[in-house]
């Protein structure tokens, strides 16, 4: 139990969160684009949408506090609602001028047990005319995967034919039965497994052993937190060639991600599938 200062600090906050939510980007909530980069042809071939908060008298508040508040007031599922139409328009505007891209946002849990979900993603995809296969739903490996109703909805979703990554994949407890019970697209190896690589010439025995499972099921593997040449060479080396990182891109707001995506597809040429 919390004690009654922290209670009352947690209720000024949540009234904050609705009031900036309530506001939308005027609200100081706004959604920052990382690029995600076939790294052998140097393509970007999409962006994964991440929330910043910014408080006009607290300042910038990272998710990783936002998130875990409005998931302990059920504020999260207005919360990933908004992150997914906002980002689903941008990635079909940005697919009229430059092609197909893939847009890639982080779920919680609890929206996922929310019972109109489906149908919640469905509008949205109608309504900003973006194909369902460019869009992937990243989710982290403690939801309840044995729920009856969380796998309902996962089918459901991958029926509507949108992508479903599992985010910061061995990390969480139920890694390998997730794969088991559950057919994902994507694994993204999570940060700490990209930060043991300290030279590409060093074997990074887990590391690798994620890449070759994912190849070994047939997956898309994506590894985050890339940050160094030796990292970068060491993943292209085990055949991981989609990256996301500060070595590429720290996340933009969306203006400055156009311009780094203008600057590939002109380098490129254009990729032709999400
Ligand atoms: P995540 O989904 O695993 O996102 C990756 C985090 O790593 C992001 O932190 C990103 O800025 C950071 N990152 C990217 N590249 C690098 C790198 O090279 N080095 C390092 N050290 N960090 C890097 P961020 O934006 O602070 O987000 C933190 C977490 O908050 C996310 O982790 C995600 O779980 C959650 N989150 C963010 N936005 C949302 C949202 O709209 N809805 C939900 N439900 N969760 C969100
Ligand atoms: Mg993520
Ligand atoms: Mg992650
Ligand atoms: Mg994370």
């Not at 969160?17 to 690029?35: F, N, S, T, V």
């Not at 990390?171 to 700490?192: A, C, E, M």
Request: glycine share 6%.
């Amino acid at each position: 139990m919390d004690l009654p200062v922290i209670q009352y600090a947690k209720k000024i906050c949540e009234q904050e969160l609705r009031k900036a939510l309530a506001a939308g980007k005027e609200g100081g909530i706004e959604i920052y684009y990382q690029p995600l980069v076939h790294v052998s042809t140097g393509k970007v071939i999409g962006a994964e949408a991440l929330t910043r908060w910014v408080h006009p008298l607290l300042g910038d508040i990272s998710p990783r506090i936002f998130v875990p508040l409005a998931e302990s007031n059920g504020l999260v599922t207005d919360l990933d609602r908004y992150v997914l139409t906002v980002a689903c328009l941008q990635a079909r505007r940005w697919q009229d001028t430059y092609g197909p891209i893939r847009i890639a946002t982080n779920i919680s849990p609890h929206s996922l047990q929310y019972a109109d979900f489906v149908a919640v993603i469905l509008n949205i995809l109608q309504e900003t005319r973006l194909p369902p296969e460019c869009l992937e739903i990243e989710l982290t490996e403690n939801i309840a995967i044995r729920q009856e109703h969380t796998l309902s909805i996962l089918a459901r979703l991958k029926g509507l034919g949108i992508k479903i990554a599992i985010d910061d994949f061995g990390t969480g407890y139920s890694s390998l039965n997730y794969l088991r019970v559950f057919p994902v697209d994507t694994l993204k190896i999570d940060q700490v497994f990209v930060r043991d690589v300290e030279s590409s010439q060093q074997e990074v025995p887990i590391t690798s052993a994620i890449i070759r499972l994912a190849h070994e099921l047939n997956l898309q593997i994506v590894a985050e937190g890339v940050e160094t040449e030796e990292q970068k060479n060491y993943l292209l080396r085990k055949d991981c060639h989609v990256m996301q990182g500060f070595l590429f891109s720290k996340p933009l707001p969306a203006d400055q991600f156009e311009r780094f995506l203008q600057a590939s597809v002109h380098s490129r040429s254009r990729i032709g599938r999400c």
